[in-house]
T-cell receptor, first 116, second 111 residues
Framework: AQSVTQLDSQVPVFEEAPVELRCNYS??????LFWYVQYPNQGLQLLLK??????LVKGINGFEAEFNKSQTSFHLRKPSVHISDTAEYFC??????????????FGKGTLLTVNP | KAGVTQTPRYLIKTRGQQVTLSCSPI?????VSWYQQTPGQGLQFLFE???????NKGNFPGRFSGRQFSNSRSEMNVSTLELGDSALYLC??????????FGSGTRLTVV
């Protein structure tokens, strides 16, 4: 079985400050990793994904994440946030083989609030 | 290219009733997954279909069921609704490789 822990339920920051949203996962097999963003009353939008290859992954809206296999982490970063980045962010994991590779296991989410 | 379409967007049902939610995937996508999102439990996997076959199922009671049609459209059904079934139900589709693209969801309220 796999699990995802998002270490912070809420992260308040000021506009133009850098931010890091932390994500750790647990799995006995190799995984794919994802970050999704959810704006109020909307579905989930993919920010970035790690499937294989380079451990530094760049996504949309200036976000990036680094896969660290030894630390089992996939932290999300942005060097300078905007008011419009205020949303809930979800880290997700999926096995990359076997019968459970068609489902995503999500963390509980981190509410990022960007203040002026 | 049209995204994943879920209907209806909002639904209010009474305890004990049943409900059917619909999901139209992105054209050409054959994999459709369903998730339940609640404030207490977060996002939980319900089931996944590919070419009309259920490939994976989450830990939900038998009141939750789904199906997929030959055109890849999917429906999920919840029978004998309980107050705790109130949630945002999200559908996602994939062309066979990650990632999944999500719809805007159906907000179900059980009263």
């Amino acid at each position: 079985a796999q699990s995802v822990t998002q270490l912070d339920s809420q992260v308040p920051v000021f506009e133009e400050a850098p931010v890091e949203l932390r994500c750790n996962y647990s799995s006995s097999v190799s995984v794919y990793l994802f970050w999704y963003v959810q704006y109020p009353n909307q579905g989930l939008q993919l920010l970035l994904k790690y499937l294989s290859g380079s451990t530094l992954v760049k996504g949309i809206n200036g976000f990036e994440a680094e896969f660290n296999k030894s630390q089992t982490s996939f932290h999300l970063r942005k060097p300078s946030v905007h008011i419009s980045d205020t949303a809930e962010y979800f880290c997700a994991v999926s096995q990359n083989s076997g019968g459970s590779n068609y489902k995503l296991t999500f963390g509980k989410g981190t509410l990022l609030t960007v203040n002026p | 290219k049209a995204g994943v379409t879920q209907t209806p967007r909002y639904l209010i049902k009474t305890r004990g009733q049943q409900v059917t939610l619909s999901c139209s995937p992105i054209s050409g996508h054959r994999s459709v997954s369903w998730y339940q999102q609640t404030p207490g439990q977060g996002l939980q996997f319900l089931f996944e279909y590919f070419s009309e076959t259920q490939r994976n199922k989450g830990n939900f009671p038998g009141r939750f069921s789904g199906r997929q049609f030959s055109n890849s459209r999917s429906e999920m059904n919840v029978s004998t609704l309980e107050l705790g079934d109130s949630a945002l139900y999200l559908c996602a589709s994939s062309g066979g490789q990650y990632p999944y693209t999500f719809g805007s969801g159906t907000r179900l309220t059980v009263v």
